[in-house]
């Protein structure tokens, strides 16, 4: 009876320490440790700080002297020196001929605060004529290039790897013009050879909902030097720190989080950079 009355007790307490951890536990996952991440509330900093999770910002909106997103991105960098930040700026959706005066200062002061600065291209899904996106990579190179610009985004990636030889061209000719940071963006999962084949430093792998992102179970993995990157709107205020896990638990490198909707994605910057 003793025994029994022993063992019954045993097994409550892997039970209940079972239950327990089950709910509430969240880990940083390295090759060598398993690291409790903890709730750190709404604001993304801290969580930043913790895992060297970094950011890739479309900052798709217009650096007008009443607009105050510009600012409060520097400001934030300021206060969170160590986090790495990628802006992409987008005037005209990448289609311009002639200097803004705005985005001249708004690329300036970027560059000042240490945040790297790269230009918008859209390619169509490889539909859209390569020699018109050659020649808006060249409007980068010529007129925005000398405040800092350094790098280019194209938008609307394919995903066929039939289409790779497309992105490598792209990818090549704006490195010929020392525009040497390239980031593709199909949005979604994309053909690995567009990883393997090293033509992006990221690529984003994710750029939907939030209540999208908990239905995906298929994700890419980074390969050598090409990053991925995760970009969620209509992101939920209570689920940070599940969200910043499965980042890491998934090998993302960059993220954006913004409280927006669909409509409006990018058109303001994220609260959970903090209050303003």
Same mark, same amino acid.
């Given at each position: 009876m003793?025994y ?5 007790i ?16 969240h ?31 479309p ?32 005037? @005209? @959706? ?7 005066? =705005? ?26 004529d390569?020699?018109?996106?050659e020649?808006?990579?060249?409007a ?13 985004f ?9 289409d ?8 090549e000719y704006a490195r ?6 390239v980031?593709? @963006?199909p ?5 690995r ?14 750029? =939907?909902t939030?209540?999208k992102?908990?239905r995906v179970?298929?994700? @890419? ?5 090409t990053?991925l990157a995760m ?5 939920n205020d209570?689920?940070?720190?599940q969200?910043v896990?499965?980042?890491v638990?998934?090998?993302?490198e ?10 409006s994605?990018?058109?303001?910057l994220?609260?959970y950079?903090?209050?303003?």
């Amino acid at each position: 009876m003793q025994y029994i009355f022993s063992f019954l007790i045993l097994s409550a307490m892997i039970f209940l320490g079972g239950c327990g951890s089950s709910s509430v536990d969240h880990y940083v996952k390295d090759e060598n440790t398993t690291t409790r991440l903890e709730d750190k509330g709404m604001y993304l900093a801290p969580y930043l700080q913790e895992t060297g999770l970094k950011l890739l910002i479309p900052l798709y909106i217009y650096p007008s002297d009443t607009s105050i997103d510009w600012r409060r991105l520097i400001d934030f960098k300021q206060t969170n020196q160590e986090i790495e930040i990628i802006v992409i700026v987008n005037p @005209n @959706n990448g289609v311009f001929s002639v200097a803004d005066a =705005h985005y001249v200062q708004g690329i300036r002061d970027l560059i000042a605060a240490d945040i790297k600065v790269i230009g918008y291209v859209y390619t169509g899904y490889a539909k859209r004529d390569i020699y018109e996106v050659e020649a808006d990579i060249e409007a980068w190179s010529t007129i925005y290039k000398e405040e800092g610009v350094s790098g280019i985004f194209f938008d609307e990636t394919s995903t066929n790897a039939l289409d790779l030889e497309y992105y490598r061209i792209l990818s090549e000719y704006a490195r010929g013009d020392d525009l040497n940071f390239v980031v593709l @963006n199909p949005g979604t999962k994309t053909d690995r050879t567009f990883i393997t084949s090293a033509i992006a430093d990221i690529i984003v792998s994710y750029e =939907h909902t939030y209540d999208k992102f908990t239905r995906v179970t298929d994700w @890419n993995t980074p390969e050598g030097n090409t990053s991925l990157a995760m970009m969620i709107y209509d992101m939920n205020d209570t689920a940070m720190v599940q969200t910043v896990q499965k980042a890491v638990d998934e090998h993302f490198e960059y993220i954006y989080f913004t409280e927006n909707p669909s409509a409006s994605r990018w058109d303001t910057l994220s609260k959970y950079l903090g209050e303003y």
